[in-house]
């Protein structure tokens, strides 16, 4: 006969060797709940896919369009543990490489069954022992696969400035129902987007986030009701959708869901569950709700023609005389600079393509800036075309866009640092 031994070797460390023991045996508890696992640790939700729309003054994010990652974010459960999903907790970063436990978590959508604030039991080093501490906070809210994002939580500003980079991350969590105070839960690694509010350029949104598209009843009687609500009005398609109940299907790959909806445009069929709350479906940028009992009657059509963005010789217009230099004047310092000797102005509100040449007032060239991207924005480091940074003063900005065959002038004051008089 054979007999295999596993032994583990332990260490810990505290404050003091009391401390140091004590830290100990709560490591040796992890490790004895990890042996009784058969090391299959078990593994937070599969992250969620998020998706965002850069609109004036906010940001639409939504991660509930793609149907695939929301069930097996929701439904999974990883090898090793019985934690069943409990919600999304929604973050604010300082920078794209800051650790969550310095960002803020400004909104938390949790399934309403009761569980709230969820405590694990850790070695708190500050006070030498191990106690239960708070790691979610949920509220029994209710899911939610989307959120507007229009103030600063961070600087604790009620608005966002257009052009201005905002860092925020969407995570899912996943609580064990065991009393065991390890691994209570789990929560999926950030991927921080950076954002920016913006508007489009030589765009015309013809749809704000909440409005109600309007539909047209082609079959059945009974009272159910489709209200297609408007998400992300950027990726609004000028098309047209035939709505059908199919009472047959189990849609959304569970039999929990009896009744689904079939929406087609084109040659895209797409099958969705009937919700009528916030966790209905998103597809197209709508989120598609049916309130009432459907029948298998029922069918409706949808047209988003007088919804999509407008794109034509106005909006060019329109948004050739947004385009800007901020800060101006520049004076000493810009808020958006991460080192005091890396000064930069951003021009903001550009087209694809766009030539920029700075002059002095004297007429002289100081440098010529190129951009050839599809961000609104591109930063000058007040530094002349040999890398020098340009003396204080009043300096011409000559925009060209060459797609669009116009120029624009800017006239920009830069007061550096070190000239800025010293007050008393």
């Given at each position: 006969?054979?007999q295999?031994i ?10 003091d ?58 439904t ?30 400004f ?19 500050e ?45 899912a ?22 954002v ?20 047209t ?14 998400i ?8 047209s959708?035939?709505v059908?109940v ?6 959304y ?24 709350d ?20 029922d ?22 005389a ?16 991460t ?47 040999f ?23 800017l ?14």
């Amino acid at each position: 006969d054979t007999q295999e031994i596993i032994v583990a070797t332990l260490a810990a460390f505290g404050m003091d060797r009391f401390n140091s023991v004590t830290a100990l045996k709560l490591t040796d508890l992890s490790a004895q709940e990890a042996f009784n696992k058969g090391f299959q640790w078990p593994a937070p939700p599969a992250r969620p896919n998020v998706r965002y729309a850069e609109v004036d003054g906010k940001i639409i994010l939504e991660w509930g369009s793609d149907l695939t990652r929301v069930l097996r974010t929701e439904t999974e459960i990883g090898v090793g543990g019985d934690h069943a999903f409990e919600g999304y907790n929604l973050y604010q970063f300082s920078s794209p490489d800051a650790d969550i436990s310095e960002a803020r978590r400004f909104a938390t959508f949790d399934v309403s069954n009761g569980v709230r604030t969820v405590f694990e039991r850790i070695y708190v080093e500050e006070y030498g022992t191990e106690s239960d501490v708070a790691i979610q906070f949920g509220k029994d809210s209710g899911i939610k696969r989307f959120f507007v994002f229009d103030r600063d939580y961070i600087r604790g500003i009620e608005k966002l400035s257009n052009g201005n980079p905002y860092h925020l991350a969407v995570t899912a969590y996943s609580v064990t129902p065991h009393a065991t105070g390890f691994q209570k839960a789990l929560e999926s690694n950030p991927v921080v987007l950076t954002v920016r509010p913006q508007q489009p350029f030589g765009t015309t949104l013809r749809a704000a986030f909440g409005d109600t598209v309007q539909v047209t009843r082609t079959g059945g009687t009974s009272g159910a009701l489709l209200v297609p609500i408007v998400i992300n009005p950027v990726t609004l398609l000028d098309a047209s959708y035939d709505v059908a109940v199919d009472t047959n299907t189990a849609s959304y790959q569970s039999s929990q869901i009896a009744d689904g909806l079939v929406i087609s445009r084109t040659d895209t069929v797409v099958h969705v569950p009937v919700k009528t709350d916030e966790t209905a479906p998103i597809f197209d940028g709508i989120q598609w709700k049916l309130i009432n009992a459907p029948a298998a009657t029922d069918a409706f059509s949808v047209s988003t023609s007088a919804l999509t963005a407008s794109r034509d010789a106005a909006s060019t217009q329109n948004s050739i005389a947004r385009v800007n230099v901020f800060p101006n004047p520049y004076y000493g310092i810009n808020s958006l600079e991460t080192h005091r000797f890396r000064p930069f102005v951003t021009f903001n509100n550009l087209p694809r393509r766009a030539t920029i040449r700075i002059f002095n007032l004297a007429g002289h060239l100081i440098t010529v800036l190129q951009k050839d991207d599809d961000s609104q924005f591109l930063h000058w480091k007040l530094i002349n075309s040999f890398n020098i940074l340009i003396a204080s003063g009043m300096y011409i900005a000559h925009l060209e866009f060459p797609d669009l065959g116009q120029t624009k002038i800017l006239k920009l004051s830069v007061i550096l640092e070190q000239v800025i008089p010293e007050t008393y």
